[in-house]
């Protein structure tokens, strides 16, 4: 069997959507091409001598993936030209979102992403492990295993990894977590095991549902729910938690606020992230406008992570 090469150029904000979606279409793992990486690499010195060139053009990204060529290809392509335009209608900075593809010889690609994926300590306490790796912990790390030909993200992304550290000292015992945009679930199953006593990761999407719902199982983490929701709708009627977290983009989690009040308790917290930093100030706004502020934030490379609570919590 011959595979297809896919590429979609694209922006930092929409590279990870579009990794989404090449997953979910049956991609065996993603390749991000990031041009301000080469010059991260460059400037960081680790090299006597490099005759690599300087990037010029650092915001245009392209992500790759492979499909095979069987009778679903044309339809996938379709597919993806289709939810590719749907995020643009809904405000994403996608860029050109243009796609290509051409063709390769058979190779078996799901072995081949496994030579560029490794277990990644994270913050103090937790570790990612992909599953085809070995490795023991120390006394006090938690590990969290996930298959990324399976699930998109391992937490290496600079959205995700702001998010795990953060939750190292956010989440206490016993507290409730609601996981909003869960993907994968690894904030989910991370909060489980730092402690928290229910959790409910949430997404529009059921195929990011039953991918969170395998790395729940894959962890043995027994107080984690994986459900489908817009937002925090699955949770009309429930007790609020004390913690809620958002790794998606800004133009979601500004429409989260209008939700937030009667979800968070008194006293909790946002952590919201995947926020480009030129979004960072629309976020800020919103918060201010429906009673919130934002505490804290952490930065990463082009994204930002904020700690968000209500504005009137901080009078008391």
Same mark, same amino acid.
């Given at each position: 069997?011959?595979?297809?090469?896919?590429?979609?150029?694209?922006? *930092?904000?929409?590279?990870?959507?579009?990794?989404? !979606?090449?997953?979910?279409?049956?991609?065996?793992?993603?390749?991000?091409?990031?041009?301000?990486?080469?010059?991260?690499?460059?400037?960081?010195?680790?090299?006597?001598?490099?005759?690599?060139?300087?990037?010029?053009?650092?915001?245009?990204?392209?992500?790759? &993936?492979?499909?095979?060529? @069987?009778?679903?290809?044309?339809?996938?392509?379709?597919?993806?030209?289709?939810?590719?335009? %749907?995020?643009?209608? &809904?405000?994403?900075?996608?860029?050109?979102?243009? !796609?290509? *593809?051409?063709?390769?010889?058979?190779?078996?690609?799901?072995?081949?992403?496994?030579?560029?994926? *490794?277990?990644?300590?994270?913050?103090?306490?937790? +570790?990612?492990?992909?599953?085809?790796?070995?490795?023991?912990?120390?006394?006090?790390?938690? +590990?969290?295993?996930?298959?990324?030909? %399976?699930?998109?993200?391992?937490?290496?992304?600079?959205?995700?990894?702001?998010?795990?550290?953060?939750?190292?000292?956010?989440?206490?015992?016993?507290?409730?977590?609601? @996981?909003?945009?869960?993907?994968?679930?690894?904030?989910?199953?991370?909060?489980?095991?730092?402690?928290?006593?229910?959790?409910? %990761?949430?997404?529009?999407?059921?195929?990011?549902?039953?991918? &969170?719902?395998?790395?729940?199982?894959?962890?043995? +983490?027994?107080?984690?729910?994986?459900?489908?929701?817009?937002?925090?709708?699955?949770?009309?009627?429930?007790?609020?938690?004390?913690?809620?977290?958002?790794?998606? !983009?800004?133009?979601?989690?500004?429409?989260? /606020?209008?939700?937030?009040?009667?979800?968070?308790?008194?006293?909790?917290?946002?952590?919201?992230?995947?926020?480009?930093?030129?979004?960072?100030?629309? +976020?800020?706004?919103? %918060?201010?406008?429906?009673? /919130?502020?934002?505490?804290?934030?952490?930065?990463?490379?082009?994204? &930002?992570?904020?700690?968000?609570?209500?504005?009137?919590?901080?009078?008391?």
């Amino acid at each position: 069997m011959r595979w297809a090469r896919i590429s979609v150029v694209t922006t *930092h904000e929409g590279a990870d959507l579009i990794a989404n !979606i090449l997953m979910e279409l049956g991609a065996a793992g993603t390749e991000i091409d990031d041009p301000s990486l080469v010059n991260e690499y460059i400037d960081a010195g680790l090299w006597d001598y490099t005759d690599l060139p300087r990037a010029e053009d650092t915001e245009t990204v392209t992500v790759r &993936a492979y499909l095979p060529e @069987d009778a679903r290809l044309e339809s996938s392509l379709l597919a993806l030209a289709e939810r590719i335009a %749907a995020l643009r209608h &809904a405000g994403a900075a996608l860029g050109a979102g243009t !796609i290509s *593809h051409s063709f390769v010889a058979d190779e078996d690609w799901a072995e081949t992403w496994k030579a560029y994926i *490794h277990t990644e300590k994270i913050g103090e306490r937790i +570790v990612v492990r992909p599953t085809w790796e070995e490795y023991t912990p120390s006394a006090d790390e938690i +590990v969290i295993e996930l298959d990324p030909g %399976a699930a998109f993200g391992t937490g290496a992304h600079a959205t995700t990894a702001m998010c795990l550290r953060w939750l190292e000292h956010l989440v206490s015992p016993g507290m409730r977590v609601y @996981d909003v945009g869960c993907g994968s679930g690894i904030l989910a199953v991370a909060a489980a095991k730092l402690g928290a006593g229910e959790v409910i %990761a949430m997404d529009y999407d059921p195929v990011a549902v039953s991918v &969170a719902e395998e790395n729940i199982r894959q962890n043995n +983490v027994h107080n984690v729910v994986a459900c489908e929701s817009d937002l925090l709708s699955a949770c009309e009627g429930a007790a609020p938690a004390e913690l809620i977290t958002a790794n998606i !983009i800004a133009d979601v989690i500004i429409r989260l /606020f209008a939700q937030l009040d009667r979800h968070l308790a008194p006293g909790g917290t946002l952590l919201a992230s995947g926020i480009i930093d030129d979004r960072i100030a629309g +976020v800020e706004h919103a %918060a201010a406008e429906h009673g /919130f502020t934002v505490l804290d934030m952490t930065c990463e490379k082009e994204w &930002a992570a904020m700690i968000i609570r209500r504005t009137s919590d901080l009078k008391n």
